[in-house]
């Protein structure tokens, strides 16, 4: 089965820095990969995706980055905000429909 | 696009009681649903998973048990509660995007279970 790696487990920056989340997977025939932020309290949502065909994907502030050589992917925020801080999971599929989950990073942005 | 409802936000029992936790799905036909538990600062677990009505399939031996009556309907259940089943459950389900996979995941809101 696919086994996802997921670092750092705690993230702590200032306001305005960028953040960086990185995953490693193990399973070659992942071939989509998701990135959920889930706030406290509240259930994760989805907030970008890759699929392995490309190699980066940008939604305003957030970015994702594939290496699928490597078997990695990270999640990239600029300019963070107090409201960024959240636990991120990564997920890699393996050769399933059921999504192994990294253990999660909890991020901290300091006003 | 999908919503997912599940009920209740919390839910305090006390051990040996019994529990219905209950998720359903707006939106989509013919879901993969999914139960997860995820402990205090920790990651997502997979409880149960199902892809049809009456399929479920378990991921971890435990004292819980999972049922789909409907084809959008999802429950959680336990005869006699124990303090380990304190937790927050979440209920998800699989929605088809455009090249027909089935990989990206819409969570409920979840509930705070707590087993005293």
């Known amino acids: 089965g696919e086994n996802v790696e997921q670092h750092p487990s705690t993230l702590s920056v200032q306001e305005g820095d960028s953040a960086v989340i990185k995953c490693t997977y193990s399973?070659?025939?992942?071939?989509?990969f998701p990135w959920y932020k889930q706030e406290l309290g509240k259930g994760p949502q989805l907030i970008i995706d890759i699929r392995s065909n490309v190699g980066e994907k940008k939604d305003q502030r957030i970015a994702v980055t594939l290496n699928k050589t490597a078997k990695h992917f990270s999640l990239h925020i600029t300019e963070t905000q107090p409201e960024d801080s959240a636990v991120y999971f990564c997920a890699a599929p393996g050769g399933s429909y059921i999504p192994t989950f990294g253990r999660g990073t909890s991020l901290i942005v300091h006003p | 696009s999908q919503t997912i409802h599940q009920w209740p936000a919390t839910l305090v029992q006390p051990v040996g009681s019994p529990l219905s936790l209950e998720c359903t799905v707006e939106?989509?036909?013919?879901?993969?649903l999914y139960w997860y538990r995820q402990a205090a600062g920790r990651g997502l677990q997979l409880l149960f998973y199902s892809v049809g009505i009456g399929q479920i399939s378990s991921e971890v031996p435990q004292n819980l048990s999972a049922s789909r009556p409907q084809d959008r309907q999802f429950i959680l259940s336990s005869k006699k509660l124990l303090l380990s089943d304190s937790g927050f459950y979440l209920c998800a389900c699989s929605a088809g995007d455009l090249l027909g996979t089935n990989e990206k995941l819409f969570f409920g809101s979840g509930t705070q279970l707590s087993v005293l």
């Open positions: 399973d070659s025939a992942s071939n989509y």
């Open positions: 939106g989509t036909s013919n879901p993969n």
